[in-house]
Nanobody, 124 residues
């Protein structure tokens, strides 16, 4: 069973930056695509970004395009989410997910493995 562990969350002032990390236990069919989703209380989880492990496909939600950057370090089995120019609306619990493909990365059901989440809080 693949496991995902997120880290790097915390509190930051608006305009600041944070880098989240998602370490996956092994590369398998179910970790061909790694994604970041976020959720605030009372709302559905929404996709932020996704990346093909070892491939070229990278995807972003419109709300973070140009501010967030997803990248990978295959030697460390880790996917990063570099977040810049953070604002209050970026405050959420951020989850790392994995699945066999990124084609429909904006659909939560495409991912069958999730981490425990890491909290990001942006203050003014």
């Amino acid at each position: 069973q693949v496991q995902l562990v997120e880290s790097g969350g915390g509190s930051v002032q608006a305009g600041g930056s944070l880098r989240l990390s998602c370490e996956y236990s092994e590369y398998t069919y179910n970790t061909k695509c790694v994604t970041w989703y976020r959720q605030v209380p009372g709302k559905e989880r929404e996709g932020v970004a996704a990346i093909y492990i070892g491939g070229r496909g990278i995807y972003y939600a419109d709300s973070v395009e140009g501010r967030f950057n997803i990248s990978q370090d295959n030697a460390k089995n880790t996917v990063y989410l570099q977040m810049t120019r953070l604002d209050f609306e970026d405050s959420a619990m951020y989850y790392c997910g994995a699945g066999p493909r990124c084609r429909y990365w904006y659909r939560e059901r495409e991912f069958n493995v999730w981490g425990q989440g890491t909290q990001v809080t942006v203050s003014s």
